[in-house]
């Protein structure tokens, strides 16, 4: 699952879906950012009351991200809501923060380091229950000094880990675990993949993406710019692990071991145009009626994913890996 922000509410979505699929069992679970607190909240609420619980638990923390943005400056303004632009384009307070960003860092204009992620992860995560999960765990963050991800599993889990995860640079703090600073784990893995055929039995992986690969349009302006170059950090680290994948997958196929391993895992991916097309300001709206539409859009992807691909499962691949070969 990867980050991305508001935009992990289309993740809660599709696992609001997929979690009504009785036959499909999970036995891991990566996660990155946003998609690294929907898999802690699902797992709770899988350990606390099974699938029921897992999609309670779910839409009880977007319900509460909505509730603490509540008194946010970060809202539409007027016009965009008139014209339904879920964006915060307009907004003079998001103007003024990203300009700010690009000026001061963090340690100057929030010098305690303050992030309301802490109280709403310590009220929906029961860390225990995820130590104690069959269901492996693993959250990827960045290690500031040396550039490497760091993959943390679930007796490692804590409040700490989920906000390195999450830990955008412009504007937080890094994140200090076990004497090392972290960031965003979307620059190291976005999400990391290997894990997950390493110390995993299944042979099936859905990545749910929700940062566009590909662009029509070559960007102009300075924010489309600074949103492409953001998208383009971030699925980096994916795509190089999917491009391993594809060719591991032919070294094993001309015979030889050492590629037999990636080469079982099928890989499968859940996307949408609806997320893709929005601007990158949207990540940070945090509106309700916005979560409720992207969750929607996240059932619906999961839905026509589930009747197109159910028969694949335990087959087949879906996602076409040989075509990163030749991009490489």
């Not at 009351?49 to 946010?72: I, K, N, P, Y």
């Not at 960003?101 to 309301?116: K, M």
């Not at 976005?190 to 940062?211: A, F």
């Not at 391993?261 to 991916?269: C, D, E, G, K, P």
Request: proline residues 4%.
């Amino acid at each position: 699952m990867q980050g991305g922000g508001s935009h992990g509410a289309f993740t809660w979505g599709v696992l609001d879906r997929l979690l009504e699929e009785g036959w499909l069992k999970l036995d891991g679970i990566s996660g990155t950012s946003a998609g690294a607190m929907n898999a802690a909240v699902m797992l709770t609420g899988l350990e606390r009351g099974g699938r029921d619980g897992a999609r309670e638990a779910l839409a009880a923390f977007w319900r509460g991200v909505a509730d603490a943005a509540l008194l946010s400056p970060l809202r539409r303004g007027p016009l965009d809501i008139l014209t339904g632009q879920w964006a915060l384009d307009n907004s003079p307070m998001f103007l003024m923060l990203d300009l700010a960003a690009r000026v001061w860092s963090p340690y100057d204009f929030n010098p305690r380091g303050s992030n309301p992620l802490g109280a709403l992860l310590e009220s929906h995560v029961d860390f225990e229950r995820l130590a104690a999960s069959e269901v492996k765990l693993f959250v990827t963050a960045t290690n500031v000094r040396t550039g490497r991800g760091r993959v943390f599993v679930n007796a490692e889990l804590r409040p700490e880990v989920l906000m390195a995860s999450a830990c955008l640079p412009s504007l937080f703090h890094a994140v200090e675990i076990d004497g090392e600073s972290y960031w965003d784990g979307g620059y190291a893995g976005n999400p990391t993949i290997t894990p997950l055929v390493r110390h995993c039995r299944s042979e099936d992986t859905i990545l749910v993406q929700i940062n566009p690969v590909a662009r029509d349009d070559v960007p102009r302006d300075a924010r489309a710019i600074h949103n492409r170059i953001n998208e383009l950090s971030f699925n980096a680290p994916l795509l190089k692990e999917l491009r391993m994948i594809a060719i591991l997958r032919q070294v094993a196929d001309a015979g030889q071991s050492e590629g037999r391993q990636w080469a079982r895992m099928r890989i499968h991916r859940i996307g949408t145009d609806a997320v893709d097309n929005l601007g990158a300001s949207s990540k940070m709206l945090a509106e309700w009626r916005f979560f409720e539409r992207l969750r929607d859009e996240g059932r619906a992807a999961a839905g026509a994913f589930i009747a197109a691909h159910a028969d694949d499962l335990g087959k087949r691949s879906t996602f076409d890996l040989d075509a990163l070969i030749g991009e490489a």
